[in-house]
T-cell receptor, first 112, second 113 residues
């Protein structure tokens, strides 16, 4: 089975801190995604990447950046965390198949 | 035009009943329509998917009905069980399963014993 692993299940950070969320997939997938999930708002795409060192903005990129130095790893960076970035963050990957996205279990980030 | 509108936001069904979740879209270029199921504390997982060249796809108790002319598709869960309690997301993409998914806002389903 494809595995997408997010390094932390829960994180608490202070306002203004630089925050790194890490995601690793083990199936050599080209495409990786970062979403945030908030009640009533569903899944909103922050950034995605089609290949190493490539990145594309999603629907809500403001306040975030990403890094993909290796194919299996996609990092989400909050340059200066703010309380409105308190959310569940989900990483996903997919390859060339009908089997859709594979999501990680998520990181619940609280910014205080 | 890129949106996928999902309803209802929440749904309570008795055990053994039928759960129905609806989604509507505007962009006729969408050509892949998956449903994802998310249990608490987990990421969403692909449940079932359909392409617009068929009107229905069934996998066990889960059925997608697709109405191309109305630009609507729905998930039916027959004989709903408490273990089906989860959040369900519909989605759509252009370019088949290789396109970026546009997700609906989700439906929280509770199946009462």
């Amino acid at each position: 089975d494809v595995k997408v692993t997010q390094s932390s299940r829960y994180l608490v950070k202070r306002t203004g801190e630089k925050v790194f969320l890490e995601c690793v997939q083990d199936m050599d997938h080209e495409n990786m995604f970062w979403y945030r999930q908030d009640p009533g708002l569903g899944l909103r795409l922050i950034y995605f990447s089609y290949d190493v060192k490539m990145k594309e903005k999603g629907d809500i990129p403001e306040g975030y950046s990403v890094s993909r130095e290796k194919k299996e790893r996609f990092s989400l960076i909050l340059e200066s965390a703010s309380t409105n970035q308190t959310s569940m963050y989900l990483c996903a990957s997919w390859g060339q198949s009908f089997y859709g996205y594979t999501f990680g279990s998520g990181t619940r980030l609280t910014v205080v | 035009q890129q949106q996928v509108k999902q309803s209802p936001q929440s749904l309570i069904v008795q055990k053994g009943g039928i759960s129905i979740i609806n989604c509507a879209y505007e962009n006729t270029a969408f050509d892949y329509f998956p449903w994802y199921q998310q249990f608490p504390g987990k990421g969403p997982a692909l449940l079932i998917a359909i392409r617009p060249d068929v009107s229905e796809k069934k996998e066990g108790r889960f059925t997608i009905s697709f109405n191309k002319s109305a630009k609507q598709f729905s998930l039916h869960i027959m004989d709903s069980q408490p273990g089906d309690s989860a959040t369900y997301f519909c989605a759509a993409s252009i370019g088949g399963s290789q396109g970026n998914l546009i997700f609906g806002k989700g439906t929280k389903l509770s199946v009462k014993p």
